[in-house]
């Protein structure tokens, strides 16, 4: 069984920073090697599932999404199997919750295709609220 845990979140003011956590254990263990991806989903209230950042393992810096790029950096820590969203100078639209995900034997182009579908694990979510 492979498990996604996240940690982080919370309500902020506009201008204000949050990271988030995200821990892959049991099979996701192989997340750890190249050619699997983990990626950031947000959805608000309304909206489909946005992919915000991801990262195709041993292919260089994660994508990032424009309407976030600037802002937020994806970061993986390949030794304690775990991805983080640092997110600075949020906005009122950032707020939506969060959710980290994984695709085994990814491709690159599937890791940054903005597909909810393509990925079969996800963590619990988080809710970030950004206040104005």
């Known amino acids: 069984q492979g498990l996604l845990v996240q940690s982080g979140g919370g309500s902020v003011q506009a201008g204000g920073s949050l990271t988030l956590s995200c821990a892959a254990s049991g099979y996701l263990e192989k997340m750890k090697y190249k050619n699997n991806c983990l990626a950031w989903f947000r959805q608000a209230p309304g909206k489909g599932r946005e992919e915000v950042a991801g990262v195709y393992v041993g292919a260089g810096n994660p994508y990032i999404a424009d309407s976030v790029k600037g802002r937020f950096t994806m970061s993986h820590d390949v030794a304690e199997n775990t991805v983080y969203l640092q997110m600075n100078n949020l906005k009122p639209e950032d707020t939506a919750m969060y959710y980290c995900?994984?695709?085994?034997?990814?491709?690159?182009?599937?890791?940054?295709?903005?597909?909810?579908?393509?990925?079969?694990?996800w963590g619990q979510g988080t809710q970030v609220t950004v206040s104005s």
């Open positions: 995900a994984a695709d085994p034997r990814s491709t690159r182009y599937d890791c940054y295709s903005g597909s909810p579908s393509l990925f079969g694990y």
